[in-house]
């Protein structure tokens, strides 16, 4: 099984839509990107030793710590989600034996 995690397969073009969402939200300038590629449960949810929601929660949690609890953080993840969503529909998986973790599967 290969993870194509860092774009190398297939260019990830959200990295730039992280910016707009912290510009939109009024978030320090590369907040977002630092909340989910930064802190110590990246590495960890990556290996497998901690689940989505407990991911979700520290990357929340270094948010507010950083950014407040005034509402811009769950808007800002709110749209965050709804971009990575529409992004997962539109991929077009690298090869037809594969499919991707949106359930879509190869041409």
């Known amino acids: 099984m290969l993870f194509d995690y860092g774009g190398v ?9 992280y ?3 912290d510009t939109k939200f009024s978030l320090a300038h590369g907040v977002l990107w630092w909340a989910f590629h930064d802190i110590p449960e990246y590495r960890l949810s990556r290996e ?10 520290a990357v929340r949690r270094a948010l507010l710590e950083r950014e407040g609890t005034d509402g811009r953080v769950d808007a800002a993840l709110w749209r965050r989600s709804t971009l990575t969503s529409r ?3 539109r991929s077009t998986p ?6 991707t973790t949106c359930g879509q599967r190869g041409a």
């Open 9 to 17: 397969l297939r260019r990830d073009e959200r990295a730039s839509a």
């Open 19 to 21: 910016d707009v969402i």
């Open 48 to 57: 497998g030793a901690i689940d989505r929601a407990a991911y979700r929660a």
């Open 87 to 89: 992004h997962c529909r």
């Open 94 to 99: 690298t090869c037809k034996d594969c499919s």
